[in-house]
């Protein structure tokens, strides 16, 4: 079991640029999120996949961002027009449905927007 | 809507000292999850301990002990005679037990622990 990981784990990008992040959760787990931490918060749920469907948005998810899980297996988090404020921490969790419930989370992919 | 309180926003304590982090939730939710997370300075988040509304019973893994209460929806963490190691950022976290059960977090409690 090699846990959740994230590509890249840092990106710095010009304002307007395009960006997009990879989560590989861990295997078996059918659920994956995806949430955004800025300084001095906890992180703040994005969207939720269940399997390959998205069954949530946040409303913190605006029109730049997009995400898919092809295959329900790997996601990719897009975020297109980068803005200075989408600077963040980009954090992957992945778990099981049913009796096992934690949510097990990767080492985030830190965004920096020049 | 759900809401996690984390009043605490830094503690400092000298080594081998017991110290409390405090969690207070909202939820209009009868059956929920709590959750506390540490976050060290490398980052990622490690999962300590889940909780369901149904069970009020205290907890105690080796040196961490949880505080469930329903009746004031608080949710308290203390590590007894701390280590440096326990030196973390701590997230308390409230989810909602059926649909997506997305996580609703603290603000977090910046924990020193001074050798």
């Known amino acids: 079991d090699t846990g959740v990981s994230q590509d890249p784990r840092h990106k710095i990008t010009k304002r307007g640029q395009n960006v997009t992040f990879r989560c590989d959760p861990i295997?078996?787990?059918?659920?994956l999120y995806w949430y955004r931490q800025t300084l001095g918060q906890g992180p703040e749920f994005l969207t939720y996949?269940?399997?390959?469907?998205?069954?949530?948005k946040s409303r913190l998810l605006s029109d730049r961002f997009s995400a898919e899980r092809p295959k329900g297996s790997f996601s990719t988090l897009e975020i297109q027009r980068t803005e200075q404020g989408d600077s963040a921490m980009y954090l992957c969790?992945?778990?099981?449905?049913?009796?096992?419930?934690?949510?097990?989370f990767g080492p985030g992919t830190r965004l920096t927007v020049t | 809507a759900q809401k996690v309180t984390q009043a605490q926003t830094e503690i400092s304590v000298v080594e081998k000292e017991d110290v409390t982090l405090d969690c207070v939730y909202e939820?209009?939710?009868?059956?929920?999850?709590l959750f506390w997370y540490k976050q060290p300075p490398s980052g990622e988040l490690v999962f300590l301990i889940r909780?369901?509304?149904?069970?009020?019973q205290n907890e105690i893994s080796g040196r961490y002990s949880w505080n469930f209460q329903k009746s004031t929806s608080s949710f308290n963490f203390t590590i007894t005679a701390s280590q440096v190691v326990d030196s973390a950022v701590y997230f308390c976290?409230?989810?909602?037990?059926?649909?997506?059960?997305?996580?609703?977090f603290g603000t977090g409690t910046r924990l020193t622990i001074i050798p």
């Open positions: 969790a992945s778990s099981a449905s049913g009796a096992t419930y934690e949510q097990y």
């Open positions: 295997s078996e787990h059918n659920r």
């Open positions: 996949f269940q399997n390959e469907a998205q069954l949530e």
């Open positions: 939820t209009r939710d009868t059956t929920y999850y």
């Open positions: 909780r369901n509304s149904f069970d009020e």
């Open positions: 976290a409230l989810s909602e037990a059926f649909g997506n059960e997305k996580l609703t």
